[in-house]
């Protein structure tokens, strides 16, 4: 059977991001159409799906601290809906975050880290060391300090895309499982794209959800190119078994010798050890230094991790902006919109995105708490690049 080839909305890139985008248009009544590959795959499946918007805020990121809260806050209803309707288990645990240090210069820096936190309303406790200990028994002896956040949860990201494109699916979105190839401008607007293939397909709106390839697609004008980037991210999953459980009950976090370093423990008995954040363009390998510095850390912060079968090992890419902020909604193009750019947010932010592009794609117009993220703010920069 022929899939058609026209639609309302046509979404480039079946991540997390272009998914639940594609869901909830056609929950708007919209004909939606994604084009992928593989949908599901992408970022997610190296992600290791923390939802905290309390622990990871940065100086300088107070702006996108309130859309990350914004969508913390529809997490429970958005993966109670997106259960319900798919069957699927998504790993859903408000079980909090540790944050800890390791020495005297960590404390110092986790003690602004507080400040930051305290200043920006958010619910943090500060804890000392024999009190992180007796929350996580696996934990260092040198543990000097840590910050509980109680607020800051998980989800499984494989689990979340596989639901997505279950959601999809049954919301009456198609997949075309392919490249695409171009965008397709007619008369000055978005029009469609071209398939690797040579398949045309037709679309009254595009929106461009590649992640890291987002700014790779040809034919989209140079001035409304996203700026986005591949950020490389190394990571571990390791297996606890019966006679360990429960290793830990939270997920636990440090910066070791500069680099972050987290574990997150499934219910499943999977536990999640990364990141690296690595500037190496397209480059996915993982090697030994990403796997060493990872569980070297790791012992650290828990030394019993090395007695933990080795599961499995990979790299993905993030997709990075300049602000490290995501790129929402409308672009420069008549009939090009954009969700891309969410660097290490994009699992956390995936309901607040859905429920943005959902409202631009059907009024035409971009929420209020989205504006500060359209992509129009960096088209001044662009447009003085140098050909």
Same mark, same amino acid.
């Given at each position: 059977?022929?899939?058609?080839?026209?639609?309302?909305?046509?979404?480039?890139?079946?991540?997390?991001?272009?998914?639940?985008?594609?869901?909830?248009?056609?929950?708007?009544?919209?004909? %939606?159409?994604?084009?992928?590959?593989?949908?599901?795959?992408?970022?997610?499946?190296?992600?290791?799906?923390?939802?905290?918007?309390?622990?990871?805020?940065?100086?300088?990121?107070?702006?996108?601290?309130?859309?990350?809260?914004?969508?913390?806050?529809?997490?429970?209803?958005?993966?109670?809906?997106?259960?319900?309707?798919?069957?699927?288990?998504?790993?859903?645990?408000?079980?909090? %975050?540790?944050?800890?240090?390791?020495?005297?210069?960590?404390?110092?820096?986790?003690?602004?880290?507080?400040?930051?936190?305290?200043?920006?309303?958010?619910?943090?406790?500060?804890?000392?060391?024999?009190? =992180?200990?007796?929350?996580?028994?696996?934990?260092?002896?040198?543990?000097?300090?840590?910050?509980?956040?109680?607020?800051?949860?998980?989800?499984?990201?494989?689990?979340?895309?596989?639901?997505?494109?279950?959601? =999809?699916?049954?919301?009456?979105?198609?997949?075309?499982?392919?490249?695409?190839?171009?965008?397709?401008?007619?008369?000055?607007?978005?029009?469609? =794209?071209?398939?690797?293939?040579?398949?045309?397909?037709?679309?009254?709106?595009?929106?461009?959800?590649?992640?890291?390839?987002?700014?790779?697609?040809?034919?989209?004008?140079?001035?409304?190119?996203?700026?986005?980037?591949?950020?490389?991210?190394?990571?571990?999953?390791?297996?606890?078994?019966?006679?360990?459980?429960?290793?830990?009950?939270?997920?636990?976090?440090?910066?070791?010798?500069?680099?972050?370093?987290?574990?997150?423990?499934?219910?499943?008995?999977?536990?999640?050890?990364?990141?690296?954040?690595?500037?190496?363009?397209?480059?996915?390998?993982?090697?030994?230094?990403?796997?060493?510095?990872?569980?070297?850390?790791?012992?650290?912060?828990?030394?019993?991790?090395?007695?933990?079968?080795?599961?499995?090992?990979?790299?993905?890419?993030?997709?990075?902006?300049?602000?490290?902020?995501?790129?929402?909604?409308? %672009?420069?193009?008549?009939?090009?919109?954009?969700?891309?750019?969410?660097?290490?947010?994009?699992?956390?932010?995936?309901?607040?995105?859905?429920?943005?592009?959902?409202?631009?794609?059907?009024?035409?117009?971009?929420?209020?708490?989205?504006?500060?993220?359209?992509?129009?703010?960096?088209?001044?920069?662009?447009?003085?690049?140098?050909?």
């Amino acid at each position: 059977m022929s899939l058609p080839r026209t639609s309302d909305v046509l979404v480039i890139g079946g991540g997390i991001i272009g998914l639940v985008t594609a869901w909830r248009a056609a929950q708007r009544g919209l004909v %939606t159409a994604v084009v992928d590959p593989e949908p599901g795959g992408g970022a997610a499946l190296a992600a290791a799906g923390m939802l905290a918007a309390v622990t990871e805020l940065h100086h300088g990121e107070q702006t996108l601290l309130g859309l990350n809260l914004a969508s913390a806050r529809r997490y429970p209803d958005f993966a109670a809906e997106l259960s319900e309707l798919t069957g699927h288990d998504l790993g859903y645990r408000r079980c909090g %975050t540790l944050a800890v240090a390791l020495d005297a210069d960590d404390r110092a820096h986790l003690r602004e880290v507080h400040d930051l936190q305290r200043a920006s309303g958010l619910a943090s406790q500060w804890l000392t060391g024999r009190e =992180c200990r007796r929350l996580e028994p696996m934990l260092a002896p040198g543990v000097r300090g840590g910050l509980r956040a109680d607020g800051d949860h998980q989800i499984d990201p494989r689990r979340l895309a596989a639901a997505l494109v279950t959601a =999809c699916e049954r919301a009456g979105a198609v997949f075309h499982r392919s490249w695409a190839d171009r965008l397709t401008v007619v008369r000055d607007r978005a029009a469609g =794209c071209v398939l690797r293939d040579g398949a045309v397909l037709e679309a009254g709106q595009v929106v461009l959800a590649g992640g890291s390839l987002s700014g790779r697609l040809a034919g989209v004008p140079r001035e409304v190119l996203p700026p986005v980037r591949p950020v490389k991210g190394q990571v571990l999953r390791l297996t606890v078994p019966p006679r360990y459980a429960p290793f830990l009950s939270r997920t636990v976090r440090a910066v070791v010798r500069g680099s972050h370093v987290y574990l997150v423990p499934r219910l499943s008995g999977e536990l999640v050890v990364g990141a690296t954040s690595e500037e190496l363009g397209w480059d996915t390998t993982v090697t030994a230094g990403g796997v060493y510095g990872l569980l070297r850390d790791a012992h650290e912060l828990v030394p019993g991790i090395t007695e933990l079968p080795l599961a499995e090992t990979r790299a993905g890419l993030r997709p990075g902006s300049p602000d490290n902020a995501p790129l929402l909604g409308p %672009t420069g193009l008549d009939g090009l919109l954009l969700a891309t750019g969410h660097h290490r947010n994009g699992v956390l932010l995936t309901p607040v995105t859905g429920d943005v592009m959902a409202h631009v794609l059907t009024s035409g117009d971009l929420p209020e708490e989205a504006r500060p993220f359209t992509p129009r703010r960096f088209a001044a920069d662009l447009s003085e690049q140098p050909a």
